[in-house]
């Protein structure tokens, strides 16, 4: 059974850094392009990062790329199935709920590329 399972949300001061995981499971996504998206209360699901399968190449979100610059990071370790994003400088307006996703190949910023998603973990910045 293909799983995505992300971890490492929780409640952060503004200014402060989270590193989110995502382990995927059931087989290998060497191959697959993966990416994160966010859901803020009462908003639509919005892009955030992707990554190609070798890595090589990552893409951000230009909705919000001023803000956004220079805080994330997204990688991965093809070794362990595992695709991260590292959050620096957090404030208010990060809260969501954050989502893996992943497509055999090439994917977008389109949600609708994705074949495949984890449940979500939850990022709650105070100020």
């Known amino acids: 059974q293909v799983q995505l399972v992300e971890s490492g949300g929780g409640l952060v001061q503004a200014g402060g850094s989270l590193r989110l995981s995502c382990a995927a499971s059931g087989r290998s996504f060497s191959r697959d392009a993966m990416a994160w998206f966010r859901q803020a209360p009462g908003k639509e699901r919005e892009f955030v990062a992707s990554?190609?399968?070798?890595?090589?190449?990552?893409?951000?979100?230009?909705n919000y790329a001023d803000s956004m610059k220079g805080r994330l990071t997204i990688s991965r370790d093809n070794a362990k199935n595992t695709l991260y994003l590292q959050m620096n400088s957090l404030k208010p307006e990060d809260t969501a709920v954050y989502y893996c996703?992943?497509?055999?190949?090439?994917?977008?910023?389109?949600?609708?590329?994705?074949?495949?998603w984890g449940q979500g973990t939850q990022v709650t910045v105070s100020s």
């Open positions: 990554i190609s399968w070798s890595g090589y190449r990552t893409y951000y979100s230009t």
């Open positions: 996703a992943a497509v055999r190949g090439s994917g977008t910023s389109y949600s609708g590329d994705y074949d495949y």
